[in-house]
C-alpha cells in the first residue's frame, strides 16, 4: 500500500492517483477548493480529503465559510501559521488557527498542523488540545521535544531526498509508530527535487522516500512501510 498523508491536488489528476492505487490525504486549503474537492472523490477510495483555510488564506475568509465542508471530512487541515513563506498578518493567522483548533476539538477530529518558521509557538498552543495531531514538513532543528511530548505524528516530505538536515534529523529521532511520508503536491516535489516533473513521478518518489527512511534509520523497508500503513489508515 502506497501512502501520501498529505499533499494538494488538481482535479486532472485523480485517474493517476486511483489508477496508480496511492492512498492520499488531499488537502483542499479554502472553501472553494473545499467544494471541489469534495464533489470530485466521493466516488474515489484511494483519495481522503482533508480541508480548512491554509494560513495563506485566513485574511481572505471567514472559519465560518467552510463549516459545510469540516461536516464532511475525517481529518481537519492544514492549518497553523507560517512566518517565512505566508505574507498574512500574524494576527489573521493565529484566530483562524485558532478557530479551527476549537472546532476539531469539538468534533473530535485529528488535525494537520503547519508550523513553518512558528514552531515554538505552534507547540506551546497545540499542548492546550488533545486530538491527534500530524505535523506536516517539519523543517526545524528546534522544539522537536515540545511536539514528541504530545505524541505527535509526523509527516515526511520530499525534502528527504535533497538532504535537507532538518528532515534527516526528524527521521533520525522519530519513532517508527508516529512516521508518516507526502509529497505535498507535485509542486512541492519539484521544488524540493529542483525538477519539472509532472504528476507521474509521485509513485517513484514516495517509494524513494520510504527507502531513504529505511537507510537512515537501519530499519528493513518492510517495517518501515508496515509502520507507514499502519498509521496512515488511523486517519482514514
Ligand atoms: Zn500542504
Partial sequence: MICDAHTHIKIKDLKYLCDNEIYSMACAMNPEESKELIENTAECKYINPTCAIHPN??????????????????????????????????????????????????????????????????????KNYSMPKIIHWYS?????????????????????????????????????????????????????????????????TLLMMCQKISSIKNEPIELVNENIEKNFLTFF
Fill in 57 to 126: 488564506y485566513s485574511d481572505r475568509y471567514e472559519v465560518s465559510e467552510m463549516m459545510p465542508y469540516f461536516d464532511k471530512v475525517k481529518v481537519i487541515g492544514e492549518i497553523g501559521m507560517d512566518d517565512v513563506w505566508c505574507t498574512v498578518p500574524l494576527v489573521d493567522q493565529r484566530t483562524a488557527f485558532l478557530k479551527q483548533l476549537n472546532i476539531a476539538e469539538e468534533t473530535n477530529k485529528p488535525v494537520i498542523i503547519h508550523s513553518k518558521g512558528m514552531e515554538r509557538l505552534v507547540a506551546d498552543i497545540l
Fill in 140 to 204: 526545524s532543528l528546534n522544539y522537536l521535544e515540545l511536539y514528541f511530548k504530545m505524541d505527535c505524528y509526523f509527516t515526511i516530505g520530499p525534502g528527504i531526498l535533497s538532504g535537507d538536515e532538518s528532515v534527516i534529523n526528524l527521521v533520525k529521532r522519530l519513532p517508527l509508530n508516529r512516521l508518516l511520508v507526502e509529497t505535498d503536491g507535485i509542486e512541492a516535489i519539484n521544488w524540493a527535487l529542483g525538477k519539472e516533473a509532472d504528476i507521474d513521478i509521485t509513485k517513484d
